[in-house]
């Protein structure tokens, strides 16, 4: 490769903090977006051509109630991406709460095509915890849309028609509930007969044709759409319930149709944990024995049985076919069950089909409790079924107590017809069998914060919050010795830390957002109903106490409008002080405004409030601000056209401020601001929406300055250069970077090339960045020059120099080489640390490294099921 520069290494003493008891929650509940069910009549809804493929959001069910929702990180014309799923959206919980099952559904399914992907904006979301109440959330607000009780106790399943018409509840009193949910609707449609038993698992049989009943007595009417708005009917469902057996219901009269028996252990009761039904209506079950078994829900027998597991058997996963089936539990294996055709006789044209075990893998260290896959399976008679790209190989998601998600290739070895393409990058391979599989992070950025003046680091919990204090380096930690080993080397030193802080808060749902000021004075915490502003004051013994301002919740609500929401909130999604700690700059809950308060006078005070992110396009003077209107909220707008909207972005102030007063009657949309930076003068503050709009605000003038062009995807990380503080970096979930200068409203030519010039390595890392930290503020001698940024992901530090020039090899570029066919520029890759949780600057040339080592977590979790082989013990 390329010859590297003669530069001085990078001496810095880190503190390598892996005190700090952060406990990720368990995964409870994993699923993906159901597909719209085809036309019975074979027409297509649309005529549009052939749509690209497009990978599902990825709900993920925690045990302290929260749900994370993950998007596909690729574009829609790429098949591959490195980082997958990544969390864009927290749901938070309340507290305390669980999630036990979750379902998505359709809102108005008539509206898509059967090969449309809905997105997350099209879709409802429904969980259940343990108690007797069925949520449905609000995604676009993050919060609780509306409850409903079961009626019939704790809900123990819940599981969404195809049609995502009706929804089905399994309950304590053993009776299964339907809901209606057509229309965006949520009421009670139909009870069950009772039975003796809790309902522990449900899955719906293959939908019906409706105009297969009624061919024969009606007419044709090909011109008639009405008609194929409800073309499908549901015939029955099945259930696995406590007592050793699951029963077949008939939709319509609520009754059971037949019941099926599974095996005993010296009389006590076996627990059907999970059923599946396949489109040829065979069913499938995994019980508390370990076993898995195929019936048949004709005759209501059994077809074949398999002791595959050594423990319980709790979740089920199909593939997009039908032609595999994945089933994990306690003992943290994951088995594969395929189908193969046997020739009833020699030369016989005649086959039949049976169920195999044929691999088998071990991916977790705990309990798996949750499976699914994508593209996700619909049972639909034969004549009906889904075809896939067989180029693809579907991806399978597991999770349980150990609390990250395992994503892996499952495509079948009879694929070798044509070349299978890994979407994830993770191998060549592609089987369930040969094909790596990759963890996603359990960490998340926002947890942890630092208050660099007073070197206080915070850690915020479900409901808590604990401060620690870093002590200062001794001398001699961090020498010139140590980093010329690595660029980045932890100082060896005891006692640099102590507990200052430990808080307890009375919330109503899971904390969302904190903050500090760098003085160590502030600490603002929010759930996501309320925000708490506290004064820190130090005692003798350097202990911190905290002193509550009691009335701030009252001054934030004066000024967000009583209409925006039906509950008043005053809870917080991102905070952020300035440096001088004079000014608190807080993006509400729902919706997301933007307030500056000032904390110098008697009592804080609102400054200003922004509406800008709820606005979906500025129009006035019969222009587009910024460049939106045909690229409304969803849509990119290239770099190129940066220099076409440079003249727009220049509005006056008095058209800013008429764009403002409109404000309030211009379309609106809701939006979530999460990220939030200030630049190091005091002067810009930048803010950042889930639609990768991004704003910029002059805190000076208390105005609005300009707005950027919007990106693929919502910003990851934002932070202003120390040392240029009107250039701004982006650094988003695909491990792209963008630089804005905020003065020149442009983005920089030498911003440009670095980003091109960044190595794959980097770019193509598994895991997402989720911070950036600049070299803080340098000496006299090297005024006016910011040395390096770094930044950090789950698994890696990322140090790229600014000090040297973007230059190529000196060798002949060969087009089979990457790297060599683009800009090269001084970086390095650390990955010694993991996983990680926090990075930033104490100081110049003193580094914070916060790691929770996976050893840690688990190691305050119960032990893994474990049975010996051979012999006895």
Known sequence: MFPENKREPTTLAVHRCRFVDYAPSAITALTYPPLPLPSV?????????????????????????????????????????????????????????????????????????????????????????????????????????????????????????????SLALGCEDGTVRLLSIANDTLTHLRRF?????????????????????????????????????????????????????????????????????????????????????????????????????????????????????????????????????????????????????????????????????????????????????????????????????????????????????????????????????????????????????????????????????????????????????????????????????????????????????????????????????????????????????????????????PKRIKDFASTLQAHIPASSTNVPTTGGLAFQFTPDSSKLVISTTVPSYILVIDLMGARPHVLRRFDHHLVKDFIFRDRVVAGRGKNAVNGDVDMADAEENEDVESEKEEDIERAEETSCSAPSTIVSVHRIAISTDGQWLATSDNYARTHIFNLDSISHHCILPSFQRPVQALAFDPMHTSVLLLALPDNSIQFYDVEARQFPVWGKELSNSLPRRFTSAHDPVIGVAFDPAVSNTEAGKTKYIIFWGATWIFKVSLDTTVRFGGRKRRRDVVDEDRPWRDFKMITQYRPILFVDFLTKGELVVVERPLVDVLSTLPPAYFKHKYGMS
């Open 193 to 545: 007969d009772r039975v003796k038993c809790r309902m522990l698992s449900i899955a719906w049989g293959p939908p019906v044709p409706r105009r297969q009943k009624t061919d024969a007595n009606e007419g044709s009417s090909d011109g008639d759409e009405g008609d194929d708005e409800e073309n499908w009917s549901d015939s029955w469902l099945v259930t696995g319930g406590s007592d050793s057996s699951l029963r077949k219901w008939d939709v319509t009269t609520g009754r059971v149709i037949n019941r099926m028996g599974t095996d005993k252990i010296r009389g006590e009761r076996t627990l059907v944990w999970t059923v599946g039904v396949l489109g040829d209506g065979t069913i499938i079950s995994g019980d508390s024995l370990g076993m898995v078994k195929f019936w048949d829900s004709r005759t209501c027998t059994q077809l074949q049985s398999f002791n595959a597991h050594g423990a319980d058997v709790l979740c089920i996963a199909i593939s997009p076919e039908g032609k595999a089936i994945y089933t994990s539990g306690v003992d943290q294996k994951t088995i594969q069950f395929s189908v193969i055709n046997t020739n009833s006789e020699k030369g016989s044209s005649s086959s039949s089909t049976r169920w195999a075990q044929t691999s088998s893998r071990r991916m977790h260290s705990h309990d798996v409790r949750a499976l699914a896959i994508w593209p996700p399976y619909t049972p639909l008679p034969h004549s009906f079924r889904r075809h896939f790209p067989k180029d693809v190989a579907p991806i399978l998601a597991s999770g349980g107590l150990d609390m990250s998600v395992v994503v892996t290739p499952a495509a079948l070895p009879t694929s070798t017809i044509v070349k299978i393409t890994n979407p994830l990058t993770t191998s060549t391979e592609s089987t369930f069998e040969d094909a790596y599989h990759r963890r996603l992070a359990y960490s998340v950025g926002g947890v942890m914060k630092v208050a660099r003046q007073a070197r206080l680091v915070t850690c915020a919990r479900d409901a808590g919050l604990t401060v620690w204090r870093i002590q200062k380096k001794p001398d001699g930690a961090g020498t010139e010795e140590e980093a010329a080993r690595e660029d980045i080397e932890a100082a060896s030193f005891e006692g640099g830390w102590e507990k200052v802080l430990e808080m307890e808060l009375n919330v109503n749902s899971n904390l969302v957002a904190h903050q500090i000021s760098d003085d160590g004075k502030w600490l603002v915490i929010s759930d996501i109903y309320e925000t708490k502003l506290f004064v820190l004051d130090q005692d003798a013994k350097g202990q911190v106490k």
């Open 41 to 165: 009549k074979g027409k297509k809804k649309t005529t549009k051509g052939k749509q690209p493929l497009r990978f599902g959001t990825l709900a993920v069910g925690h045990a302290n109630g929260n749900i994370d929702l993950c998007e596909w990180m690729g574009t829609e014309h790429d098949i591959q991406c490195p980082q997958a799923w990544v969390a864009q959206k927290t749901l938070p919980g309340p507290y305390p709460s669980k999630v036990d099952a979750i379902a998505f559904a359709i809102r108005y399914p008539d509206d898509f095509d059967e090969d449309d992907v809905p997105r997350c904006s099209d879709l409802r979301l429904f969980s259940s915890g343990g108690g007797s109440e069925l949520l449905e959330w609000n995604i676009e607000r993050s919060c609780i849309r509306r409850t409903i009780g079961s009626q019939g106790g704790s809900i123990w399943s819940i599981a969404a028609n195809p049609s995502s018409s």
